[in-house]
């Protein structure tokens, strides 16, 4: 291993990791949906709007959050959301090195779960199909799991809880804001940002106790 993912867990025994944004190169499919969806209802929203659904379940933001969809059903807004998706125009990538983290951490004998705000068919296509490291997942934390998400410590706390550690001896990966909070609030003993869609310096100031460009970083620092 290097010496930078050596570090990362020196005293853990479980990696809570994101997906979107952390393993997967899908926010450019996920706001590209966001905004057609947005122009297709003939709203004008600005991308402040847009920040507000990264990393969070859309219809927890939908329900929390003004807008001209105040009154509508969330679940149907999401769902009108994902109908805009298109991956031919922005292809679902695995970010560099993410697959190989996985593999490498698996191997070193530490348990992995992944934490996402997103549904198990979209996390299982993920895992599976694009980094094709599915099996080495020993629990997929997804929104079916938890009755709230990020920021709230909920995924973070079922994570620990299903590989059997407490939160202070696992690592987490995050790639936004609400994500850190999730993982600090629940107690992970060390949470990484992930700056591929965040500023570093954002999440320096979100609560990170260290910052990386992506998970190739970790494999060659």
């Known amino acids: 291993m290097s010496a930078g993912l050596d570090a990362a867990l020196t005293g853990r025994r479980a990696a809570l990791l994101d997906l979107d944004g952390t393993l ?5 499919a996920n706001q590209a949906a966001y905004r057609a969806y947005f122009a297709a209802r003939g709203w004008d929203l600005g991308p402040e709007v847009l920040r507000e659904f990264a990393g969070r379940r859309g219809s927890e933001v939908f329900a929390q959050l003004p807008g001209p969809w105040s009154g509508e059903d969330a679940v149907a807004l999401v769902e009108g959301v994902i109908s805009h998706l298109d991956h031919d125009a922005h292809p ?5 090195g993410a697959a190989e983290l996985v593999r490498r951490l ?3 004998g530490i348990a ?18 694009v980094l ?9 934390i997804t929104a079916e799991v938890t009755t709230t998400g990020k920021p709230d410590p909920a995924p973070f706390l079922a994570g620990a809880a299903a590989l059997g550690v407490a939160p202070a001896d696992a690592v987490a990966l995050e790639d936004t804001v609400p ?4 993982a600090l609030a ?24 260290r910052v990386v460009a992506g998970p190739a970083e970790l494999l060659r620092s």
């Open 24 to 28: 997967v190169d899908s926010e450019p």
């Open 92 to 96: 679902l990538r695995p970010l560099p």
């Open 106 to 108: 698996h191997a070193a």
């Open 112 to 129: 992995v779960a992944l934490v996402t705000s997103a549904g198990r068919a979209w996390a299982e296509h993920a895992v599976g199909d």
């Open 132 to 140: 094709g490291v599915g099996d080495l997942f020993a629990a997929l």
């Open 179 to 182: 994500g850190l909070h999730s």
């Open 186 to 209: 629940a107690g992970v003993g060390l949470v990484i940002g992930v700056a591929t869609g965040t500023s570093a310096g954002a999440l320096l100031d979100g609560g990170a106790h």
